[in-house]
């Protein structure tokens, strides 16, 4: 898939990642249609891009305000040939303290508002017979991570939902690319409630999520990992359950205690 000329849809697009994959997709030629809750950052956004695009308001969390804002970008800019699936929220502390009303808007939001974006644009994919869906997921949905339960079970609930949808698609004409980022130099960790504190794996820059994103859907790539050497954290998870339970309790310390 080339990003120039290419139609991108990008929900969560206001600030972050979203910005930044908004900002390198226009600078490559694209055309990007930028759907988030405040209409103001996202017209900053689009000035960013130079103005090559359209802005729409929504929720992800409501499926008829998707459908309703991705409908508007594309009458506005043409059939979706991208689209990056990446609002998402996250929430910090041990389940027993958290709500059941957070865990309920995390899945809301980080899986259902992907199912409401994906459908909503995947039937003219399949029809025109090409394009590409991209997953802004997490190691935390690769990689249960403790204190962050609910958005690890979502994220979780998003990839297996990818990887199921890209063996459905793969001889429809359209890719599917799963990203893994471990923690990103945004607000992110601080809307949650808790700035990211560890020592390990060090933030990266949403520029750098960006960039790999761009060279996924260039390359059709299935998945991704950033940092990279997360992809073989997630090999030894698996290979050796028991050696990764040990160390992650090591890694926490007395926070699980």
């Given at each position: ?49 130079g ?49 059941v ?10 899986y ?15 029809e ?80 750098a ?49």
């Amino acid at each position: 898939m080339k990003w120039n000329g290419a139609v991108v849809l990008i929900t969560g697009a206001s600030r972050g990642i979203g910005r930044e994959i908004a900002v390198a997709a226009a600078k490559r030629g694209a055309r990007v249609g930028l759907m988030a809750r405040s209409k103001d950052e996202l017209s900053e956004v689009l000035d960013a891009c130079g103005g090559k695009g359209a802005i729409a308001v929504g929720d992800v969390a409501e499926r008829m305000q998707v459908e309703g804002a991705l409908d508007a970008l594309q009458r506005e800019l043409g059939p979706a040939d991208v689209l990056v699936n990446n609002a998402g929220i996250g929430a910090y502390g041990r389940v027993t303290e958290t709500d059941v009303e957070t865990f309920e808007k995390m899945m809301r939001v980080n899986y259902f508002g992907t199912v409401y974006a994906t459908k909503a644009v995947l039937p003219g994919m399949i029809e025109r017979g090409r394009g590409h869906i991209v997953m802004i997921a997490s190691i935390a949905g690769r990689i249960g991570a403790p204190l962050e339960a609910g958005y690890s079970a979502s994220k979780f609930a998003m990839v297996g939902f990818s990887e199921a949808l890209s063996m459905e698609i793969k001889r429809k004409g359209v890719g599917l690319s799963i990203i893994d980022p471990g923690p990103v130099d945004t607000h992110f960790t601080e809307a949650r409630g808790v700035p990211f504190a560890a020592n390990t794996p060090k933030p990266v820059k949403p520029e750098a999520v960006a960039s790999l994103v761009m060279r996924a859907v260039e390359r059709n790539k299935a998945e991704k990992f950033i940092p990279s050497w997360l992809g073989p954290a997630y090999t030894f998870k698996t290979l050796v359950p028991p050696a990764y339970r040990v160390g992650t309790m090591k890694t926490f310390g007395d926070l699980l205690k």
